[in-house]
C-alpha cells in the first residue's frame, strides 16, 4: 500500500515536471516558427542540441527540492519580526526549540514541514550557520537556493520559464495574459578582470531593489482567507534579476 502511494506521488510530481517543460518549451517554439525557421530547421537543431548536451563535462549536479518557494518566509519573519531581533535590529541566533526559536519561527510561516527538515535545506546553501553555541544564525539575509555544486531543479527551471514568457510576451499561452516586458543594458568594453566585481555590484544593488519590490507586493497581497477563497482571480507577481557576462 505504501509503495503504491510512494508511485502515486511520484507520478504526479513526474507529470507536473513535464507541464512546466512544456510551459518552457512551447513559447520558444512559437517565436522560432514566427521568426521564419521550417519545422524541420527547429527539428534539426533540437536533434543536434540533445546531442551536445550530452556531451556536457559541467560538474554541477542538479537536484529535486520539492515544495521549498515558501521557505523565504522563515528568512523574511526571522529578519521583519521585531520578536527574532537584538537590541540593535539585527536577527538573533535562535536555538531549535523554545518560546524564542526556530519551531516557533516557523510556526508563524505556512510552512508545515519539520524544523530539521527546513534547517537541512537552509544549512545546505548556507542561509543558516549553526554556532559553536549549538544556535542556529541567519548568514544570509535573503533567500537563495545557490551552491558552487548544485543546482535547484524547480527554482531555476521556474526562472528560466518566466524569462522565456517575459522575451516571447506569453506568445504560447492558451488565455489572455497581461504583456510582460523585460530591459537591459549593456557594454561590449570591460576588461574580463571586473566581471566579479560587477557580478557583487548587481547582486548588492538588486538586493536592495528586491527589498523595495518584495515590500510592494506585500502590501497589496490578499489574506490568507480571500486566498483560498478567491484563488483563481489571484496571480503570481515577481520580478527576475541576472547579469551577464559573454563574449563580444
Request: hydrophobic share 40%.
Amino acid at each position: 500500500m505504501r509503495k503504491s502511494k510512494t508511485a502515486l506521488v511520484q507520478k504526479r510530481r513526474s507529470n507536473a515536471d513535464q507541464q512546466i517543460i512544456g510551459k518552457l518549451l512551447a513559447p520558444i517554439f512559437v517565436l522560432l516558427r514566427k521568426s521564419g525557421l521550417t519545422e524541420q530547421q527547429i527539428t534539426s537543431e533540437l536533434i543536434s542540441a540533445r546531442a551536445r548536451a550530452t556531451q556536457s563535462r559541467s560538474r554541477i549536479k542538479v537536484v529535486k527540492q520539492q515544495e521549498i518557494y515558501n521557505y523565504s518566509e522563515v528568512v523574511d519573519t526571522w529578519l521583519k519580526d521585531p520578536s527574532y531581533a537584538t537590541t540593535s535590529g539585527r536577527p538573533m541566533d535562535l536555538p531549535l526549540a523554545g518560546q524564542i526559536s526556530i519551531s516557533n519561527l516557523i510556526k508563524l510561516t505556512r510552512i508545515t514541514h519539520p524544523p530539521k527538515v527546513v534547517l537541512a535545506v537552509l544549512s545546505r546553501f548556507g542561509i543558516v550557520r549553526k554556532t559553536a553555541a549549538g544556535n542556529y544564525r541567519l548568514v544570509k539575509l535573503y533567500m537563495e537556493l545557490e551552491s558552487k555544486h548544485l543546482l535547484v531543479f524547480e527554482p531555476h527551471l521556474a526562472f528560466l520559464t518566466e524569462a522565456v514568457t517575459a522575451a516571447t510576451r506569453g506568445m504560447a499561452s492558451s488565455r489572455r495574459q497581461p504583456t510582460m516586458f523585460w530591459i537591459s543594458i549593456e557594454n561590449r568594453d570591460i576588461p574580463l578582470r571586473v566581471a566579479n566585481d560587477f557580478k557583487l555590484y548587481v547582486r548588492e544593488r538588486g538586493r536592495v531593489f528586491l527589498r523595495e519590490v518584495d515590500d510592494w507586493l506585500r502590501q497589496h497581497a490578499v489574506d490568507a482567507a480571500t486566498a483560498r477563497n478567491k484563488s483563481k482571480q489571484l496571480r503570481r507577481l515577481g520580478v527576475g534579476l541576472f547579469p551577464f557576462c559573454t563574449d563580444r
